[in-house]
């Protein structure tokens, strides 16, 4: 996972999951919303099965942070911004976050919740 994270700004309002999956898979959010079947907002169930065909394992349990520190070296982060419930990334004390764009902290939010994230086996070249 000692990849560089390319930065994918989401397409539409409705794709944050897709553009996460993206940027860890190094895949375009065209083709994980192929691979799903979803052009809108995802579940959890939706990220897992996402992330599991792209080589992804995704800890069962959801966890709340309250602080940068609370986090694991990679997760994916579910945010109650005051817009809307909104998933992101973080990457080794770098948020990439599909709407905000990236960051040392977190986009504005209230509530927050992350589930660690690691590679299943290493992607072939």
């Keep these: 996972m000692e990849q560089i994270i390319k930065y994918i700004h989401e397409p539409t309002d409705l794709q944050c999951g897709q553009a996460v999956i993206a940027m860890l898979a190094d895949v375009s959010p065209d083709e994980v919303c192929l691979f799903l079947g979803n052009d809108r907002e995802t579940t959890l169930k939706e990220m897992k099965k996402a992330l599991a065909h792209y080589g992804f394992v995704c800890a069962d349990a ?52 992350c589930w660690k994230v690691g590679k299943l086996y290493p992607l072939e070249s």
């Design 62 to 113: 959801r966890v709340e942070v309250f602080e940068k520190s609370d986090l694991p070296d990679i997760c994916i982060l579910s945010l109650e911004t005051p817009r809307c419930w909104h998933w992101s990334l973080y990457v080794k004390g770098t948020f990439y976050d599909p709407e905000h764009g990236i960051s040392n902290d977190f986009p504005e939010s209230k509530r927050k919740y």
